[in-house]
């Protein structure tokens, strides 16, 4: 396995930790959606990372700038907290929550704390009411919160090793680039990428 | 004999561990050993003196967050409302509008007022850029506010960062004995930061019950008191009101019982305030003569 297949694989992995953790978070607090945001060190925006629930499909990569609602909040103070009753107040980034196409109406958060520096916030929107105490949410959060501490660092460590990595040789021996091509492309009557085919399709013209 | 609380060893801070609250609606708080100083009662403390209850006046509290909105119903005016500001790498403090992007402050100026109606509240904006790395906006703030001379500074954040703490320190000692209380919250996860965990400073944690007078001594510190921390009704940004939970609410609670107790009790020194507080804490009052908690 080269280091461009092994960087791929790992990326994988961090990213199904953040994800799993995202799930959890959703499933214990019975919640509609479940996300952790990276801090961006320079910027201090929050960025999507991994989503569960509502908006999984298309929030990924979403930037927000800094102080944003509860999130922002959470990411400035390293505090946790919890909002009930957000839908009717403005503040509460709510332009910010209709751009991910949903308004929740309460917000857990908990910072996500690496080292000494908040890398990031765990937040959980609509919980279900249940037998826990609200004392027994923020502590199940804040645990759940070092967990993805954990899947975050990973992430970063490994884009960190990737800026650091020299760019693909462009020299690389074209047939083995197309045997790792072939051995991608599902068996079994399984169909593709589409994309992915068009690209194939354009690179055998090319080839002529 | 087993230990008593204070002495109990302190457990290791690792993730995966609760932090520090109590559900206290669920759970007693544990016995320990009180020794009463008899005269000191919650109507001593802050009670109807003939001429009504105390309400803060004439104390001076200052709120290091991220600003207050001066005119939401629930804070009721400001005296002053400042910013620290970056002027090419030297931190000042400068006066600016009373707003509040975040609403965080707001909701802690509110409840302050709710407890302590005619006490006078500056804001100090020191959570700005959305990053927790302005620590250092933070040690200005507060070492502004302890130049000043106000009475009491809440404080409902804390730093992580092991790099603020010599200063943070010396800034907690230096109030300590200019008489300016520090009311801080305890951090609500399992981390390690300050300066909550300081002996100069009145640290708070949430109990999970409703009243906003109710709170309990922790016989086994760094966090000192527990305070109405679930589910609080605060003011918000746009003159709204939610409902919230985090140790942040938690401390107001104390800083408004500590602006009560000052506006009674004028000359009480920080160590005599702590004292009083102890004493009228819901767990430690006497009831029919005698001490909840006992050893």
């Known amino acids: 396995m080269s280091v461009h297949e092994r960087r791929l694989d790992s990326e994988i992995t961090e990213r199904r930790l953040l994800q799993s953790t995202v799930e959890v978070a959703r499933h214990v607090f019975a919640a509609a959606a479940a996300s952790v945001f990276l801090v961006d060190q320079e910027t201090g925006e929050l960025v999507f990372e991994a989503v ?15 102080g944003t609602g509860i999130a922002g909040w ?56 249940t037998w826990r105490g609200d004392l027994a949410d923020v502590d199940l959060l804040a645990m759940l919160a070092a967990q993805a501490a954990y899947g ?38 399984r169909a593709a990428d589409p994309t992915a085919l068009k690209l194939l399709a354009v690179a055998e013209e ?3 | 004999m087993t230990q008593p609380p204070w002495r109990r060893e302190r457990r290791e801070h690792f993730p995966g561990v609760p ?10 708080p544990e016995e320990f050993g009180v020794s009463r100083l008899e005269d000191v009662t919650r109507e001593w403390a802050w009670g109807d003196n003939g001429s009504g209850p105390a309400d803060g006046a004439g104390v ?16 009721g005016g400001l005296e002053r409302s400042l910013v620290v500001a970056d002027d090419d790498g030297d931190l000042a403090i400068v006066d600016c509008d009373p707003v509040d992007p975040a609403g965080h402050g707001t909701a802690c100026a509110g409840l302050i007022r709710s407890i302590a109606p005619a006490v006078s509240l500056t804001s100090v904006r020191v959570l700005t850029d959305g990053r927790s790395g302005s620590g250092e906006a933070l040690l200005a ?51 390690v930061s300050f300066p909550w965990t300081f002996s100069s400073v009145i640290s708070v944690a949430s109990h999970d019950e409703p009243d906003p007078m109710t709170y309990y001594y922790n016989p086994a510190p760094p966090a000192e008191f527990y305070a109405r921390g679930v589910r609080v009704p605060v003011a918000w940004s746009g003159g709204k009101e939610i409902r919230s939970t985090g140790n942040s609410f938690a401390a107001p609670h104390i800083t408004g019982i500590c602006a009560l107790i000052l506006s009674r009790h004028r000359w009480l020194t920080p160590f005599q305030l702590k004292t009083v507080l102890y004493l009228a804490a819901s767990n430690v009052v006497a009831s029919k003569g005698d001490a909840h908690v006992r050893a």
């Open chain 1, 206 to 208: 090319l080839l002529h």
């Open chain 2, 60 to 75: 001076r509290v200052c709120v290091l967050d991220t600003g207050v909105d001066a005119g939401h119903p629930r804070v």
């Open chain 1, 74 to 129: 959470v990411a400035a103070s390293g505090q946790p907290m919890v909002a009930d009753e957000v839908a009717a107040v403005p503040q509460f980034a709510h332009d910010a929550a209709e751009s991910t196409g949903y308004v929740p109406r309460s917000i857990m958060a908990a910072p996500v704390i690496r080292q000494e520096t908040c890398i990031g916030v765990l937040e959980v929107l609509d919980r279900s009411a």
């Open chain 1, 152 to 189: 975050l660092e990973l992430l970063i460590r490994l884009r960190e090793a990737e800026a650091a990595l020299p760019a693909r040789p462009v020299d690389e021996d074209v047939h083995e680039l197309l045997q790792r091509i072939s051995d991608r492309v599902p068996r079994n009557g």
């Open chain 1, 52 to 66: 569960s629930g509502e908006g999984e499909q298309h929030l990924v990569g979403t930037r927000f700038a800094p």
């Open chain 2, 141 to 191: 703030g507060l070492r502004w506010a302890i130049e000043e001379g106000f009475d009491l500074v809440n404080l409902s954040l804390s730093t992580t960062r092991s790099k603020f703490l010599p200063t943070l320190h010396e800034l907690a000692d230096r109030a300590y004995f200019r008489r300016c209380v520090l009311v801080a919250s305890a951090h609500n996860m399992p981390v």
């Open chain 2, 19 to 28: 932090a520090w609250s109590l559900a206290t609606s669920q759970l007693a």
